[in-house]
């Protein structure tokens, strides 16, 4: 869906498209094989969203799965419409403001369109979209960081696109201890998308 298919409704806000349903379908069906698991009076996991847009991921793991969500976006406009579907939503760079050790996954569908600096158009949008001129401006960031704030035995569920080189994601994962293994993908006539579990 091209960036002016997005316009009017949530004109600020990332809206749901193909990469939103393979990115929460995948990580729905992981945190229920954690359900499965849990024993009478255990909670659910405690998972945070990064860069949630429209809410719609958080809003379906917190629908589907017994997780704690919490839905975190830089954009103003995308925590207003998080909260407004009930959601509890955060203003947050990334996952720079909370606590070592607290999220038992991190969810991410990443800025990762290559964009060439010339043709940034500087609004809401190309933040929830351009990813810098390697499409890994945001994800490089957000791998550096993103282990410190999972608890013992957490995971990362991160979509990547073939157009921001999955192969360099993996390896820059690699390089901040963890491993990854790819547990969904879709191809469309542009690129394939791939989700990536990653744990340390």
């Known amino acids: 869906m091209g960036l002016e298919d997005r316009r009017g409704v949530g004109a600020d806000v990332y809206q749901p498209a193909e ?10 069906d992981r945190l229920l094989q954690d359900d499965d698991e849990l024993r009478d009076g ?5 998972v945070l969203e990064v860069g949630t847009g429209s809410g719609y991921i958080a809003g ?12 975190a976006d830089l954009n103003p406009h995308a925590v207003r419409q998080a909260r407004e579907q ?14 070592d050790g607290a999220f038992d996954a991190v969810v991410f569908n990443p800025p990762y369109l290559p964009t060439d600096p010339e043709n940034e158009w500087d609004d ?12 890994r401006a945001v994800i490089d ?8 704030v999972l608890a013992p035995d957490g995971v990362v569920y991160l ?6 080189g999955v192969d360099e994601v993996v390896e820059e994962a690699g390089e901040h201890g963890f491993s990854a293994v790819a547990i969904a993908d879709d191809s469309f006539p542009f690129e394939t998308l791939t989700v990536l579990e990653l744990i340390t």
Request: hydrophobic share 50%; net charge negative; charged share 20%.
């Open 19 to 28: 990469d939103s349903h393979l990115l929460a379908q995948a990580a729905c």
């Open 42 to 46: 255990e909670t659910g996991p405690f």
């Open 60 to 71: 379906r793991i917190d629908a589907e799965t017994t997780a704690r969500v919490v839905a």
């Open 86 to 99: 009930g959601l509890e939503a955060v203003r947050a760079d990334l996952v720079a403001p909370f606590a």
């Open 124 to 135: 809401w949008m190309e933040r929830a979209l351009s990813g810098g001129e390697d499409g």
């Open 141 to 148: 960031p957000f791998l550096a960081d993103v282990g410190r």
């Open 159 to 164: 979509l990547v696109s073939s157009l921001t």
